[in-house]
Nanobody, 121 residues
Framework: QVQVEESGGNSVQPGGSLRLSCAASGSIFSMYDMRWYRQAPGKQRELVATITKGGITNYVDSVKGRFTISRDNAKNTVYLQMNSLKPEDTAVYYC???????????????WGQGTQVTVSS
């Protein structure tokens, strides 16, 4: 059984910083692309950042220069460092990961349960 769990969400003032973590645990052979999504109230879920197994990153335009995605392959963990936070960054942030549980099994996709980030003065 595989679990994906986020942590690090909190309430911060505009201009502040937060670091989100997402750890995958269980019977995992290898991790592949890992992503952070967010969903604000009344809005569709949005892809925020992606990191490949080799460390190639991609960001939505609204967070470029402020957010940094990184990963620790040895720990099956992905991070999202969020700086210069704005009220419009307020959302539930979800981790999404592609992984294999054995070399022979197909690529599977897992979601975490989400962690709340609130940016408000």
């Amino acid at each position: 059984q595989v679990q994906v769990e986020e942590s690090g969400g909190n309430s911060v003032q505009p201009g502040g910083s937060l670091r989100l973590s997402c750890a995958a645990s269980g019977s995992i052979f290898s991790m592949y692309d890992m992503r952070w999504y967010r969903q604000a109230p009344g809005k569709q879920r949005e892809l925020v950042a992606t990191i490949t197994k080799g460390g190639i990153t991609n960001y939505v335009d609204s967070v470029k220069g402020r957010f940094t995605i990184s990963r620790d392959n040895a720990k099956n963990t992905v991070y999202l460092q969020m700086n210069s936070l704005k009220p419009e960054d307020t959302a539930v942030y979800y981790c999404n990961a592609d992984l294999r549980i054995t070399l022979a099994t197909p690529l599977l996709n897992y979601w975490g349960q989400g962690t709340q980030v609130t940016v408000s003065s």
